[in-house]
């Protein structure tokens, strides 16, 4: 299995401009993200990710913020999923019927990611909704944790049929926080212990099954002093010694506003491998990218991170997975969830 490197950075259209080609050849560049702006249908999805996977003879990880609701970055051609509060809505009125729904839409998501090319995408939320949060609200599955838990444990089950990872996020929990960290560094002034009875728990249950984490920037001041993505406490302490979480963990993206007091770009990237961080993400900034790459160096990364960035390249799609898939839509097309629409 190669080695992945630690750095993954976004590309501007529908197609490889000449100026990103340098950049993704950087040999600290992993991964790549891709976002609305780089879709127009399947086809041009899928030969983008072939031009990009081209550049190199070393592999990049291509990933996507695909959750289902308003956070779908693929929709002409692609069926348009539930809001995860849907699922939570459901398990409300049916938990077995929200159970199997959930495995449904995991599948349906892989499945259609996989077609294009794609290894994974950053799903699922593990947030618990509070009524606090604009940036989570329904993107969070449930305000209970054991049902958070159980039914981001059956769309991990229907990703991992379709071959892909899931990866976990934003860990130990956004949803409390009124703040929008793409725009300001919001604060959870709440403790440990109550911290670990709620918003912990999805990630503690699934932290075997998970194949990467993402942290929060988020503060939380009585148990660190530094955001969740810049802390040894929360991704060394906590995610490795206490749960055993042995997957990747991820920056969220470090030209976020909830990032800024770290420093420059490098020096949050150094302060993120340092805190725990496997693979870093810049995005929406070529310039921010250039900056981390230029002053990154030979910046330390945690001992194993190559074999776990490694573990997230999507699995060969199996033979019999387009019909799982269709049976799949079928099934949820009867369910009728809002917001659900399956793709021809």
Avoid at 40 to 59: F, H, K, M, N, Y
Avoid at 188 to 199: G, K, M, Q
Avoid at 288 to 293: E, F, H, S, Y
Wanted: hydrophobic letters at 50%.
């Amino acid at each position: 299995m190669t080695a992945i490197a630690p750095v993954m950075l976004d590309v501007a259209g529908l197609a490889l401009a000449a100026d990103e080609l340098p950049r993704l050849r950087d040999p600290r560049v992993g991964g790549v993200i891709l976002f609305a702006r780089n879709y127009a249908e399947p086809a041009q999805l899928t030969a983008l990710v072939a031009q990009i996977r081209a550049v190199r003879p070393t592999p990049l990880l291509v990933a996507v913020d695909h959750e289902g609701g308003r956070v779908q970055r693929f929709r002409a051609g692609f069926s348009a999923l539930p809001a995860p509060a849907c699922l939570g809505q459901l398990h409300a009125r049916d938990p077995a019927a929200a159970v199997l729904a959930a495995r449904d839409v995991g599948l349906v998501l892989a499945c259609e990611l996989r077609r294009c090319g794609l290894d994974f995408s950053f799903a699922p939320v593990l947030d618990l909704d509070h009524g606090r949060s604009s940036v989570i609200g329904s993107r969070a599955l449930a305000a209970q944790p054991a049902v958070v838990a159980e039914l981001a444990g059956s769309l991990l089950d229907g990703m991992a049929q379709a071959g892909c990872a899931g990866i976990g996020k934003h860990f130990p929990g956004h949803g409390y926080v009124t703040a929008d960290s793409h725009a300001e560094l919001p604060t959870d002034e709440r403790d440990f212990a109550t911290l670990a009875a709620a918003d912990l728990l999805p990630f503690t249950r699934l932290a075997a099954r998970l194949g990467g984490i993402m942290p929060a920037h988020v503060r939380y001041p009585a148990c660190a002093p530094e955001p969740a993505g810049f802390s040894r406490f929360w991704l060394r302490e906590v995610l490795r010694e206490r749960l055993g979480f042995d997957g990747a963990i991820f920056s969220d993206d470090l030209s976020m506003a909830g990032a800024a007091q770290a420093g420059g770009p490098a020096v949050r990237a150094r302060a993120a491998f340092a805190a725990g961080c496997d693979m870093v993400m810049l995005c929406n900034d070529p310039q921010a990218a250039d900056a981390l790459l230029d002053g990154l160096g030979d910046a330390p990364v945690p001992a194993g991170s190559p074999r776990r960035l490694a573990a997230l390249q999507a699995r060969p799609m199996a033979a019999d997975l387009p019909l799982a898939c269709v049976a799949a839509k079928q099934r949820l097309d009867r369910l009728g969830l809002e917001g659900w629409s399956a793709a021809p």
